[in-house]
Each structure stands twice: as C-alpha cells, then as structure tokens.
C-alpha cells in the first residue's frame, strides 16, 4: 500500500501576516499571566487565594487566553481558502483576533479589586469577544463550505 502525502500550501496575505504577528505577541503575554498565577498560588498573595470568585476569574481569564490565542493561530490560514474576498476576509480576521484579547481583559478587569465579590461591569468584554468569536468562526466555516 503506498501513502499519499497531502500538501496544502497557504499563500498569506501581508494582513494574515500581521494578524500572526499580533497573536504571536500576545503569548508572551499568555505565558507572563500564568506566571503570575504561579506566583500567586506560591506567595499566597493576598486577595486571591481568599477571594474564590477573584481566584475562578483569573483562571479562566488565563485559560481562555491560552486557548482562544492557538484557535486563532489554526484558523487564521483558513481565511484564505474560504475566497471571502476583501474586506470580508480582513473583518474575519480581525474577528479572529478579538476574542483571545478581550474575554481574558474582561474576566480580568471585572474582578480587578483583590476585595471584589463580584464582576463588574467590564464583564461585558467577555461577551464581546464571545460574539465576535461566534460571528467570526460562522462566516468562516460558511465560506469554506460555498
């Protein structure tokens, strides 16, 4: 039986380019905030480790991020095969790019107080990029379909 090898090349435009290019900056970032989350846990730091809701925030801030930044890093050569065509493709991508920065920012900020019970108002960044993320991977998976 001989293997087939599948190749699929994916000529990016100077705009994915740069949409890689910001989302490659931002796992240095990714990789600061869970350090910080070490740093944390091991320190005992004051208004985390007693503060659960602030605790739960910051991890799925931290969570999210991480995985939100490689989803996006896996879709983003997706655009230009789904022929959107401009400036539908450009709105794709920056679709893409959100999420990974603002539902971190808003579960984040939302609890940025070490006495805060709750989440504040800057929760609603967490629903926006939730929505841009919905907006963005429907268009997507439709224009690789038609």
Known sequence: ???????????????????????????????????????FLTRATPGYLDNPMRRSMFTA???????????????VPYVALAGLGEPWSTVVRLMLVAPPILM?????????????????????LVYLGAASLFAATLTLGIGLLV
């Open 104 to 124: 971190p920012l808003g579960f984040f900020l939302s609890v940025a107080s070490p006495r805060a019970k709750r989440p504040n108002a800057l929760l609603w």
């Open 61 to 75: 801030g931290h969570a999210h991020a991480g995985v939100l930044v490689l989803f996006a890093l896996v879709t």
């Open 1 to 39: 039986m001989a293997s087939e090898t599948i190749q699929l090349e994916v000529v990016m435009s100077t705009t994915a380019q740069s949409t890689v290019g910001i989302l490659l900056i931002t796992v240095p970032l990714v990789v600061w905030g869970g350090y910080s989350l070490l740093y």
